[in-house]
Every structure is written in C-alpha cells, then in structure tokens.
C-alpha cells in the first residue's frame, strides 16, 4: 500500500466514521441492498439513491420505498433532489420529523439531461442565490442533522461554480461538502480533475472537503487524499461490481474499527470475514467467491424488493461488472443476465471454475458508464444571467421531478 499521508478521523456533523470513505448515490445501484453487501466488506457511510424531494413531500409509494433502510443500517443517510427551497425544506422536515434520517446529501452534481433540463442537479449552482436559499431551506429544516452537498464543478469548462457555491453552502452551515471532479459537460468522460479537489480544500476550511472521482482502487483513494489534501473519498462507479473495494478501502485507511459490520455480527476478524486478502491488503477474490458475493446480492435484492422475480430482473445489470476480468464465457455471461430465480441463478453459478485466481490488472481499473462529452440540456436562456428569473422560477418549481432514484 501507498506509504501517503492518511487523513485524520472523519465526522459529518455529530456522526463519527471510523473510515473517511462514502458510497455515492447511484440510481437504480446504492438501494437498500447494496449498501447492505458494502458494509459486510467495509465501514463508511452509505447514501441512498436520489429521492426527489416533491415526491417525498406528497408520500408517493416508490420515494417511501427507497428511503427504507435495514436495521442493521445505523446511519441512515437520505439523498435529496429540489429544484424549489420551499419544497426541499418540507421535505427535510419531514425526514426529521418522522425519525427517517440521520444524514441528508443534497445533490447538486447529477450530469443526467433529464434533471439538468429542469435546472437541476449540476445545473443549479450557476443560480447562486437560488441554489444559496435551497441550502439554507433544507439546513435550517434539518436542524440537527447534519445535511451535506455534492456538487460538481460546474455546468462547463465556461460557467465553473463550485467555489462560489461551496462557500455559499458553507455559509449556510452544511456538514460537508463533496466534488465530483468534472463538469456536466463532461459527464463521466476522461479524468476527473482532481486538481479542483484541492482548490476546493483550500477555500473551504471549516468543514471536511471530500473527493470524488476516479477512484477504482484503494490505491486511487490514498493518492486523491496525498494530492489534494481532501478529508475523504466519495467512491462511485469504482464500486460496481466489486462491493469488497470498501474492504480494501478501509484496510488502506488503516482504521482499528474498520471491521466488516459482517464480522461483527458473527464475532469474527475482519480477514475470516472476508475474501481472502495479499500481502498488501488487497481483497482479490477467486471466481467462486466473486459468484458468492453476486449470490449474497441477489439475495438481499429480494429482501428489498420482496419479489424474486423483480430481485432476478435487477441484478441482470451487474454481471458484466462483477465478472468482469474473469474466464466466464459469453453463453454463461448471456444465461445469467436473463436469470428468472434464484435457482436458476444457483444451477448457472455451479457451473463456475470456483477455483480460478483473481485475474489481476483485467478486472481492475474503470468500470461503468463513461460516455463522451456533451452539451448540457439547460432550461432555456439558464446561462444568460446568475440570477432566476421570475419565469424560470415558476417553470422550474412546476418542473421538480417525481421520478425518485434519478
């Protein structure tokens, strides 16, 4: 492992995390299921996908589903969508008056048309006052818990915003604030530059600042922390596929009570909990173990969805990442993404070369959607002025999203 300088012991707020990493919301990825299969490898904090906050205001039956959290999940932390203070406080409001939360993100980094073209997610920074008073409305409403900004760098490299609004959130007392290193014009093409991490870090110096972008190793993670300074990583795509990176994570990171929450409920070491580790800590599981842990994923997407069937139709999207490197042919790759039950998923398994190796440097590195660069979908005449105009505010507070998860 890198010999870099570790970052001191991080909290959000009043909230302690033995390990200075998070789980980046994902749409349709970081449900109740997978943040369960990531905290048996690891420790951390583990954010929900994106709920919108309107239709968590107006009780929609998908918003209440996706802000249920295990009982095994003691820190739970919601991401909330607006496009509207009013209804980012209500929302908030309710989070805490109803016990469901014990952090809120709030996302200001979302590249997707879909959002960006109602003036939201990446977006909406470039209305500083509005994106100012929307922070404002959700921290004063959270009261004691601690809320939390992700943000981007801006909408392109012409209209960057992230400092500004870094120190506006900052200014409206936020708990933390993230940057994912890249403009929406970028998407998730090229490199994250990283080198606006450490911008931020600079500018911002009475919360934790944390990184976000590029981080497909533990490796990655010490180098992003020993270049930029940040506090912690915001790991993402890099996880797809290998929930025991956040093992790896918490190894690197050299934390006595980064212990799997696995291990600790059968009293067992981190190591016995665990895929087998090399001698510099790295969890590099063979392919039987990779087949458990998609396995153990199917399994608790059940529980989630309480449907086998749509459990099967869900995990058909991960098999590409959780085999990938590994010697499984196309036929059995093709079988196990049409998968209908779990039996069928158990017969396709069996028929795995469990005792094959790690594949060392083709199952490592980038991993997910990365697309090319392209220009942002923006409401109209967005970039004329910083400030809202009356028409657009009428348009984007009628346009608030409902369709929660992204």
Same mark, same amino acid.
């Given at each position: 492992?890198?010999?870099?300088?570790?970052?001191?012991?991080?909290?959000?707020?009043?909230?302690?995390?033995?390990?200075?990493?998070?789980?980046?919301?994902?749409?349709?990825?970081?449900?109740?299921?997978?943040?369960?299969?990531?905290?048996?490898?690891?420790?951390?904090?583990?954010?929900?996908?994106?709920?919108?906050?309107?239709?968590?205001?107006?009780?929609?039956?998908?918003?209440?589903?996706?802000?249920?959290?295990?009982?095994?999940?003691?820190?739970?932390?919601?991401?909330?969508?607006?496009?509207?203070?009013?209804?980012? =406080?209500?929302?908030?409001?309710?989070?805490?008056?109803?016990?469901?939360?014990?952090?809120?993100?709030?996302?200001?980094?979302?590249?997707?048309?879909?959002?960006?073209?109602?003036?939201?997610?990446?977006?909406?920074?470039? &209305?500083?006052?509005?994106?100012?008073?929307?922070?404002? %409305?959700?921290? %004063?409403?959270?009261?004691?818990?601690?809320?939390?900004?992700?943000?981007?760098?801006?909408?392109?490299?012409?209209?960057?915003?992230?400092?500004?609004?870094?120190?506006? #959130?900052? $200014?409206?007392?936020?708990?933390?604030? *993230?940057?994912? *290193?890249?403009?929406?014009?970028?998407?998730?093409?090229?490199?994250?530059?990283?080198?606006?991490? =450490? &911008?931020?870090?600079?500018?911002?110096?009475?919360?934790?600042?944390? =990184?976000?972008?590029?981080?497909?190793? *533990?490796?990655?993670?010490?180098?992003?922390?020993?270049?930029?300074?940040?506090?912690?990583?915001?790991?993402?795509?890099?996880?797809? $596929?290998?929930?025991?990176?956040? $093992?790896?994570?918490?190894? #690197?990171? $050299?934390?006595? =009570?980064?212990?799997?929450?696995?291990?600790?409920?059968?009293?067992?070491?981190?190591?016995?909990?665990?895929?087998?580790?090399?001698?510099?800590?790295?969890? %590099?599981?063979?392919?039987?173990?990779?087949?458990?842990?998609?396995?153990?994923?199917?399994?608790?997407?059940?529980?989630?969805?309480?449907?086998?069937?749509?459990?099967?139709?869900?995990?058909? &999207?991960?098999?590409?990442?959780?085999? &990938?490197?590994?010697?499984?042919?196309?036929?059995?790759?093709?079988?196990? *993404?049409?998968?209908?039950?779990? %039996?069928?998923?158990?017969?396709?398994?069996?028929?795995?070369?469990?005792?094959?190796?790690?594949?060392?440097?083709?199952?490592?590195?980038?991993?997910?959607?990365?697309?090319?660069?392209?220009?942002?979908?923006?409401?109209?005449?967005?970039?004329?002025?910083?400030?809202?105009?009356? #028409?657009?505010?009428?348009?984007?507070? #009628?346009?608030?999203?409902?369709?929660?998860?992204?």
């Amino acid at each position: 492992m890198s010999t870099a300088t570790l970052p001191a012991p991080l909290s959000i707020g009043p909230i302690p995390l033995s390990v200075p990493v998070v789980l980046a919301p994902m749409a349709g990825i970081t449900n109740t299921a997978f943040r369960r299969l990531c905290r048996e490898y690891g420790a951390g904090l583990y954010v929900s996908e994106m709920i919108t906050s309107r239709a968590l205001v107006e009780r929609t039956p998908e918003s209440m589903r996706l802000i249920r959290h295990h009982e095994s999940e003691t820190i739970r932390s919601v991401q909330l969508y607006s496009v509207d203070p009013v209804t980012a =406080g209500e929302a908030a409001r309710f989070l805490v008056g109803e016990g469901l939360a014990d952090h809120i993100d709030m996302n200001f980094g979302c590249p997707v048309p879909k959002v960006t073209r109602k003036g939201g997610g990446a977006a909406l920074p470039w &209305k500083l006052e509005h994106f100012r008073r929307i922070v404002e %409305q959700t921290v %004063q409403a959270a009261r004691d818990i601690p809320v939390t900004v992700k943000m981007r760098k801006g909408i392109d490299s012409d209209h960057l915003t992230y400092l500004e609004a870094a120190r506006a #959130a900052e $200014g409206a007392g936020v708990a933390a604030i *993230a940057l994912h *290193a890249r403009t929406a014009a970028e998407f998730y093409s090229g490199n994250a530059d990283w080198s606006a991490i =450490g &911008k931020l870090k600079e500018t911002i110096t009475s919360v934790p600042v944390l =990184g976000n972008g590029d981080i497909w190793s *533990a490796e990655d993670a010490l180098r992003m922390v020993d270049e930029t300074g940040c506090d912690g990583i915001v790991v993402g795509r890099g996880c797809l $596929g290998r929930p025991w990176l956040f $093992g790896d994570l918490a190894a #690197a990171f $050299g934390r006595a =009570g980064a212990q799997s929450d696995a291990s600790r409920r059968r009293g067992a070491s981190a190591d016995e909990a665990l895929p087998r580790r090399s001698n510099e800590h790295r969890i %590099q599981p063979s392919l039987g173990e990779v087949g458990d842990a998609f396995r153990r994923h199917a399994e608790l997407l059940v529980d989630f969805f309480d449907d086998e069937g749509r459990a099967c139709r869900d995990i058909r &999207k991960h098999v590409a990442w959780y085999f &990938k490197g590994y010697p499984v042919g196309g036929e059995l790759r093709a079988r196990l *993404a049409s998968v209908e039950s779990l %039996q069928q998923m158990d017969d396709l398994l069996g028929e795995l070369d469990r005792d094959q190796p790690y594949p060392g440097a083709p199952a490592e590195g980038q991993r997910g959607r990365a697309g090319t660069p392209k220009k942002p979908a923006l409401p109209e005449n967005w970039l004329a002025s910083r400030e809202m105009s009356t #028409a657009q505010s009428a348009d984007v507070a #009628a346009a608030e999203l409902h369709n929660s998860g992204g």
